[in-house]
């Protein structure tokens, strides 16, 4: 019987969400929408990132990230949330980890906050629709850039 390792893969790369040692990135995603959370999940684990957990709010979010700290490579956040929003949780995680790895999550319109958030410390942002190939690319970009 043959197996996988009969068939050398030409095209083979270490994905993008592994480190150069093969372990995976480990990520949090914050995100109200359920349907968002399940989509850069999807996107994520595609490319070989590990979504260590998910929060419904800002709150939440800040709880998770100093529940998971120091083992958590980058955070996505979506800035328009209940309870607390991405700008305020944003700012609770930097004030936490100045060193924090956080990707803003924007509908269209609110560059605004946006542009507060790169003030306060998020490194990059990714405006909805998500684009699988601009959420990987920004995502990337900030934890090997």
Do not use: C, W
Request: charged share 30%; glycine share 8%; proline share 3%.
């Amino acid at each position: 019987m043959k197996t996988t390792s009969d068939f050398p893969n030409i095209n083979e790369r270490i994905p993008d969400g592994k480190r150069n040692g093969g372990a995976a990135f480990r990520v949090l995603v914050v995100d109200d929408s359920m349907f968002v959370t399940k989509q850069i999940g999807q996107i994520l684990t595609s490319e070989g990132f590990n979504v260590v957990a998910t929060a419904s709010d800002g709150i939440e979010g800040v709880e998770k990230y100093k529940e998971l700290y120091p083992d958590i490579d980058l955070v996505t956040m979506d800035i328009t949330m209940p309870r607390m929003d991405g700008v305020s949780a944003l700012e609770k995680i930097i004030e936490f980890d100045k060193d924090a790895k956080v990707v803003m999550i924007s509908a269209l319109g609110k560059q605004d906050l946006v542009k507060k958030s790169l003030l306060i410390g998020a490194r990059n942002y990714i405006v909805k629709p998500l684009d699988r190939k601009k959420v990987l690319e920004r995502v990337i970009d900030v934890l090997k850039g």
